[in-house]
């Protein structure tokens, strides 16, 4: 169960403005719901910059949180969503170690928040710790501790974490990972909690993937997306090929489970124009490096049909680094 929620918001779907105004009350899942709408976006935006890699994940997570905990400088509700972006935007500058310099449109520049949120006052000032502190309680201690010293203790770098914990910064960087996911999760449940349309839709969705996927292994390619997909679609493909149509989809794909490949669906992420499929890869003994171990595949929609698609390729991983003594 998640703490922290003290308004119940109306009957139907509420409006964006209606969620700010909620947010800024202390309503906790006022924020989930409205990371809940954005997420698509967010998480194609932060795949946009950085590839299909845990860190895209990371910084949508990340601004997630940083969404909860910085809701109340958000002046203009039009805004939550250039707002929301930028955030993702700003946590893969910082993963890409490129200078902050941002260029704001005037309309929605103040009231984007900085890059990073303020130790300084996260706590005294956001009507919803209660639930912030009650979802770190739910983590195990070393998760927990790496994440209040980064977001609350004003140590923002993982080496200086590392240095603080006597630990290899690699073993910051997975404890953060893992703190984020599951914050992150328990800000998304207050969405599924509020039974918002956009949660209702990311089930059906993933139901629809998980049996297309299934049927797709099973040798009948042709329904992937059948009564979905338009004639003209147009797919952009990790290699930089573009097609047209959905033949080529349907045809790499029956080639692939042709020689082994099975798909193992991770997540579903769903919008009203924009959805995301996460899949894992998963190559036959005999040929391990056939294909990459996953892939996410972004469907952009105009009304019922996909329109536009993209699909980016999970990297081997790389080897291990040696720890640090």
Known sequence: MILGVRTVLPNGAPTEADLVAAARAGDTSAVGLL???????????????????????????????????????????????????????????????????????????????????????????HAGRDWLWAALGELPSEQRTAFVLRYLGGLPAYRDIAVTLGVPVGTVRSRLSAARARMAGALLATAEAAHDDVAVLTRERRREAARELAEADRGDTRSMLADRCSPAVESTWASGLTTIGPSY??????????????????????????????????????????????????????????????????????????ALL
């Not at 042709?258 to 193992?264: E, F, Y």
């Open 35 to 125: 990371f809940a709408r954005y997420r698509p976006a967010l998480l194609a935006v932060a795949t946009s910059l950085l590839g299909h890699v845990p860190d895209a994940e990371d910084a949508v997570q990340e601004a997630g949180l940083t969404a909860l905990l910085r809701i109340g400088t958000l002046r203009d509700p039009d805004a939550v969503g250039p707002w929301l972006k930028e955030v993702v935007r700003n946590a893969c500058r910082r993963r890409l170690r490129t200078p902050a310099t941002d260029v704001l449109d005037d309309q929605v520049a103040a009231g984007l928040p900085s890059s990073e949120p303020d130790p300084a006052d996260l706590l005294d000032a």
């Open 249 to 322: 989809m349907r045809q790499a794909m029956a080639r692939d489970v042709a020689d082994g490949v099975r798909h193992r669906l991770a997540d579903v992420v769903a919008g009203h124009d924009l959805e995301l499929w996460e899949i894992e890869l998963v190559n036959p003994p005999e040929d391990p490096d056939h294909c990459p171990p996953g892939a996410l595949w972004v469907l952009r929609l105009e009304g019922d049909q996909v329109h536009r698609t993209h699909l980016f390729h999970r990297p081997r991983p790389a080897a291990p680094e040696p």
